[in-house]
């Protein structure tokens, strides 16, 4: 079984804010997808520089 029968037998933390609520893990998940996708919005394509055209 190894080191994931442990963590799939705890119990999951919920963040509650309002009417919201999320576990901390979709909240990290969710993070980490919006940051992925902000670096993909800002940094540039390689092989999209311009070579010099004679």
Do not use: C, E, R
Request: charged share 10%.
């Amino acid at each position: 079984m190894g080191i994931f029968h442990h963590f799939m037998n705890l119990k999951a933390v919920y963040i509650h804010w309002g009417w919201f609520q999320i576990s901390v893990t979709n909240l990290i998940v969710v993070l980490a997808m919006l940051l992925i996708f902000g670096l993909a919005l800002v940094l540039p394509f390689p092989g999209n520089k311009k070579k010099d055209q004679k």
